[in-house]
């Protein structure tokens, strides 16, 4: 697989012929999730095998390629900032706009200065006809039958992400996912294990499992599911390993700790996006499952004390009470989460919660993510203070910050070390002597 990242010259018409209509420099900004950037890393190399040079510049770019996010209120606004800030630097840019965000308003991301190009979710990861078409807007209904497999990794990074399912049939009454990015889907697995095949060879030692909804891998598929996928890669020729991405909390099955527990390639690390410890918030969310459901999946995770646990959390849904808000705070006390990402209610238009009674005001939404994310930073000390003098597995990223060469671990933790001339991208066996600081400090084992 070429890198496109190592290209220093351009291509003006790619091997099958094909000349870019509007350009050859190509910058993209990615916006959100894991699953947008594994796209954008998809892309870079489509872009780069149609005969563009993709920059980092955006003053360099002949067209500049936003990826947006909507699934908050603030991420919304951070993507209109982006185009806002693109056309201002370099305004003679074609500057083409896709993602969650988009999808749900195109008119008005349409409308905004400098944007050429408006494509939704059903056409980011097929952009060719569209630029060269020249059509303004094309944002069509997402097909429930559609998949496009992608797999990259951002620009810079050592480790890689391959997307292998998309879309959520939930429907949280908070959430605008489904509306975004349609029904739950997923890859094809020899299209993922091929895929697969090729980033372990282009040199990745880690491969991230991404999507929107990864528990509900095989819907669709006769006779799959997560845990026979993660047999099928665990086989695989070479030197890796995989990571599992966000994990509903009822598609946490015994089988499935036993996999990520037992399994040669699988790293012990699970990011449940619980949201609440309450059954009367969980309920008002509708998630699948209540507060007794949830500490099932936690106490078997916790059977297993080298995972490493992290957690999302929303606080200030409407109708939160007092009572409701401290359940959340005893059920992250009671469990080793390793870290929390904390995400204040965001009312999202379209969305049943939107509309909902009770709504709680900005300040004590403000208050209460505060707290949570003090608690959240707690946890992590103390799940890091426990790993003083044991040995991990640490793979190095390429970025060299403070004299520190900075690296992640199997179970998540980032470490650091003072040998700069670890080579990025390489796996190392790391002794930590330092946890003092975050992130903690280890010395390699020869």
Known sequence: MNRPEAITGSKQVAADGYRSPYGRSICFLTLGCKLNQCETGELRQRFFDHGFRPVEDISLAEIVYISTC???????????????????????????????AVQRFPEAFASLPGVSQVLGSQERMNPFPVLESGARQVVTDIDPERIYIAAGAPH?????????????????????????RGPSRSVPPEEIISRTTELIDSGYQEIVLSGVHIGDYGKGLTGWNLCKLLDKLDNLTGTYRLRLSSLEPWTITPELIQRITTGKRVCPHIHIPFQSGSTAVLKG????????GLEAVLDAIAQHPDIGLGGDVITGFPGESESDFQQTIELIESYPFSYLHVFPFSSRPGTPACDFPLQLNSAEITHRA??????GQGKKIEFMSKLLGKTLRVIFEQKLRDGYRYGTAENYAKVRSEDINILPGTTCSMKITDVAALPITGVMIH
């Not at 505060?370 to 608690?375: I, P």
């Open 370 to 375: 505060k707290v949570l994310r003090a608690l």
């Open 285 to 292: 969310m509708r998630r699948p499952y209540d507060r007794e």
């Open 70 to 100: 909507g699934v908050t209120a603030r991420a919304e606004q951070k993507s209109r900032q982006a185009i806002r800030h693109a056309a201002q630097i370099n305004p003679n840019a074609r500057i083409v706009v896709t993602g969650c």
């Open 156 to 180: 810079g990074r050592t480790r890689a992400m391959i997307k292998i399912q998309d879309g959520c049939s939930v429907n949280c009454t908070y959430c605008v996912v489904p509306q975004a």
